[in-house]
C-alpha cells in the first residue's frame, strides 16, 4: 500500500514530526488496514505561518512541489495532506497530482459543520483573520460560520510555551462558545495540534484538530476509490 505524504508548508522539522505523530495516532484507530504516512517539511520559507505573505510564499512552494519532489512526480503516494490551515498550494496540487489532496484547513471545517453544527475557530494569528473569512466563504460555509476568535500574544512564543499555549486557547474556545454560540469549534493551525487533542477533552462540545480531520477525511476518500 503507498503511504500517505503530510506536506508541513513551513521550516521546522519539529513541527512536522509532531504533525505526523498526530497522524499516525489517528490512522491507528481507523479501522482495517491503513498507509504509513511520511512527512515533507519545506526547505525554505519561515517556521511558522502568521501573516498573509507567509501564506502566500507556502502555497507558492507547495505548488511545485509536484515538480520538484520523487515521490510526488512519481505517484509514489496514494494521497497528500497539506498540513497548514490555509490549505496553501491545495488547488494547485490537485491540478497536477492524480491522488486526492485534503488541507486540513478545509477538513476541519467541513468536520466542524457537519449535521447542521454552527462552528467557529480558535487561533492565533489574528492578523490571518482575513484569510480565514475568505476559506470559509470559499467552501461555501459562511453560513455556518460563528466567527474567529484569536490568542493575544506572539503566536511563536506561543510556540515554545505549550501550557501557556493551550491556556490562551482554550479562553479563545470559550469565547466561541459563550459569545458565538459555536456548537463546533476548530483549532486553526497545524503547529496547535497538540494544544488540540488536549482541548478536545476539555469542553462538551467537539474541538476539532485539523491534522486528524484531515486524515479522516482523506481514508474517507480512500476508501471511496476502492
Known amino acids: 500500500m503507498k503511504p500517505i505524504l503530510l506536506i508541513n508548508p513551513n521550516t521546522s522539522v519539529l513541527t512536522t514530526q509532531m504533525m505526523v505523530d498526530i497522524a499516525r495516532a489517528c490512522l491507528a484507530d481507523w479501522p482495517g488496514r491503513v498507509p504509513a504516512i511520511h512527512g515533507l ?7 511558522m505561518i502568521i501573516e498573509e505573505a507567509d501564506l502566500q510564499a507556502a502555497a507558492q512552494a507547495v505548488g511545485e512541489l509536484a515538480f520538484t519532489q520523487t515521490e ?3 505517484d509514489d503516494v496514494c494521497g497528500v495532506i497539506v498540513a497548514a490551515f490555509g490549505d496553501p498550494g491545495v ?11 485534503v488541507g486540513i484547513g478545509e477538513a476541519a471545517m467541513r468536520e ?15 492578523s490571518m483573520a482575513a484569510s480565514i473569512v475568505a ?33 490562551a486557547l482554550a479562553d479563545a474556545v470559550g469565547a466561541c462558545i459563550d459569545i458565538d454560540r459555536a456548537q463546533a ?23 476539532i484538530g485539523p ?16
Open 41 to 47: 517539511t519545506m526547505p525554505h520559507g519561515v517556521p
Open 211 to 226: 491534522v486528524p480531520a484531515a486524515c479522516r477525511s482523506l481514508l474517507h476518500m480512500l476508501a471511496g476509490m476502492r
Open 112 to 126: 466542524a459543520a457537519q449535521h447542521g453544527r454552527r462552528f467557529g475557530i480558535a487561533t492565533t494569528t489574528p
Open 72 to 74: 510526488l512526480v512519481a
Open 185 to 207: 469549534v476548530v483549532i486553526g493551525g497545524g503547529p496547535l495540534g497538540q494544544a488540540a487533542q488536549a482541548l478536545s477533552k476539555r469542553f462538551d462540545i467537539p474541538v
Open 91 to 101: 488547488t494547485a496540487l490537485r491540478q497536477r497530482l492524480a491522488v486526492p489532496v
Open 135 to 167: 476559506n470559509v466563504r470559499r467552501h461555501g460555509l459562511e453560513a455556518a460560520f460563528s466567527g474567529a476568535r484569536f490568542t493575544s500574544g506572539d503566536p511563536q512564543a506561543f510556540a515554545r510555551q505549550p501550557a501557556a499555549l493551550e491556556a
